[in-house]
């Protein structure tokens, strides 16, 4: 929040401060409406008929908020023209409708103002000074890795679909590499998501690097392109990430790891007979790194075991890393509880990893974090239950935690939720995808701040 207090400095200068988190909030609600508009047309089916209107909620609300979760089905319900309304929902939702008119607003005034620079600043970590170049550079490379992945997936594609097969190229690697989930190969045979593709390392490991890449955060991938990549071109030494990289990019990997080695064990006989060695890995991996943020499906999630759902629901919640395409509670705040819990354990004051300590603030933050997305999952779930008793609580609980953390799987039960239901779920998904702090904020921020100083107050924990 450094961007937004010093614009609150600048009131003397006539310029009216405005909380940078109400406008991306805003942002994506106008694009949910927009959405929703464009889908209830005619021409957005492909029979020619109005779509329901909560149909088109849900589906605009899941594709802004890069879920995935869909209430029709994306290849026979809509036509090119819907899928394409749906493809420019994920693109505008995985990055923020701000961080494009932002960009509209550089290439035309070749500088940003400064509510530009505010806003430039909060969807890209609180950076002000570079936010004009972090900005640059979250364009370039968020379409320079959609293209390079449409060209792979169009390698196996195209000689199996031709023109159709290089459209889904083009739409799965968008989907992909901002974590929605959506797909269009229900022309495939036998296919559900990308069960087909289940075994075809080309097609897992590209949608997965993609996956992947979106949910590590541009303040990650720029610190990885300054330090690592750039020095080496200019014949310079290697430099150390920053702490928030090195933070990013350990719990990446050990959820990964942890992830692809629990659905390996849970599933190996089960979702994943028949498969060979190899193919159950890959599986496994695929599985691990789409439950977290993604939505794509190489096995039939209804079959699987209850532990895998439950650990499926946990990597849901967490979700990616902050600054991403990504939803959930976001890695770092794991890392900070966890960090915080072991060192009150261990009997220190400060909650400290790889040599730094976490202040006070970041620690009530990521708490606060938590329990708001427990509340809403919770408050969720038992909705849910009220409203569907037919289904099971835990698949309902699935279905929670994949709407907020905008995963977008679905253990088959979202489709068959009645309407109320999906109206619970479209909001979960618009709090998941915002932040639940970020939209708790949005509405209850108040521009001053109490002065005074109170007394501690002392009492027994634990």
């Known amino acids: 929040m450094q961007a937004f207090q010093l614009l609150k400095r600048r009131r003397g200068s006539g310029i009216k401060p405005a909380a940078p988190v109400r406008v991306i909030v805003g942002s994506f609600l106008l694009l949910v409406l927009l959405g929703t508009v464009l889908l209830t047309l005619p021409f957005s089916s492909a029979e020619g008929s109005f ?3 909560l149909d088109a909620l849900f589906t ?17 319900h809509w036509s090119v023209f819907g899928q394409v309304v749906v493809l420019l929902l994920i693109q505008l939702g995985g990055l923020g409708l ?28 609180g950076d002000l000074p570079n936010a004009a170049g972090m900005l640059k550079l979250m364009l370039g490379f968020t379409f320079a890795c959609e293209l390079a992945g449409a060209l792979l997936l169009m390698v196996r594609f195209v000689p199996a679909y031709g023109g159709r097969g290089a459209w889904a190229a083009v739409f799965v690697a968008v989907s992909a590499y901002c974590n929605a989930g959506f797909d269009i190969l229900g022309f495939v045979p036998g296919n559900s998501s990308l069960t087909a593709f289940s075994g075809d390392p080309l097609v897992c490991l590209t949608i997965s690097v993609l996956i992947i890449t979106g949910g590590l955060g541009f303040v990650v991938v720029r610190d990885i392109w300054q330090c690592k990549l750039l020095p080496p071109i200019k014949h310079r ?11 990013c990019l350990l719990a990446t990997l050990a959820l990964l790891v942890l992830g692809s080695l629990g ?63 990504a939803g959930g509670v976001k890695t770092t705040t794991l890392v900070v509880l966890l960090v915080t819990v072991i060192s ?41 239950v009220v409203l569907n008793p037919q289904h099971s609580f ?3 609980l699935y279905e929670s ?14 489709a068959r939720l009645e309407p109320v239901s999906r109206v619970i779920l479209t909001i979960t998904m618009f709090i998941g995808r915002v932040g639940p702090l970020s939209f708790g904020l949005s509405i209850l921020m108040r521009a001053k701040s109490s002065q005074t100083v109170l007394p501690e107050g002392r009492m027994l924990i634990g």
């Open 51 to 53: 779509t329901h209107p």
């Open 60 to 76: 605009a609300t899941s594709a802004t908020c890069v879920t995935g979760l869909a209430v029709v089905d994306t290849t026979a």
């Open 98 to 125: 701000s961080t494009f008119a932002m960009a509209f607003s550089l290439l035309v005034h070749r500088r940003l103002g400064i509510r530009e620079m505010v806003l430039a600043g909060e969807a890209s970590g």
């Open 237 to 247: 030494n290697p430099k150390k990430l920053n702490f928030h990289s090195q933070i």
């Open 263 to 325: 659905f390996f064990l849970l599933e190996y006989s089960r979702t994943m007979e028949g498969m060979g060695l190899g193919e159950k890995l890959n599986t496994a991996f695929f599985q691990s790194v789409n439950t977290r943020t993604a939505g794509f499906a190489s096995v039939d999630i209804g079959a699987q075991s209850g532990f895998t759902k439950v650990l499926s629901v946990a990597l849901m919640f967490i979700g990616g890393c902050p600054g991403s395409t």
């Open 344 to 384: 009150t354990l261990r009997g220190r004051e400060e909650a400290v990893v790889l040599r730094h300590r976490f202040s006070p603030a970041v620690v009530f933050k990521s708490l606060t974090v938590v329990l708001l997305g427990l509340t809403v999952v919770f408050a969720d779930t038992c909705a849910l």
């Open 394 to 396: 835990l698949n309902l």
């Open 401 to 414: 935690a994949s709407a907020f953390g905008t995963a977008g799987l679905s253990a088959g039960v979202t």
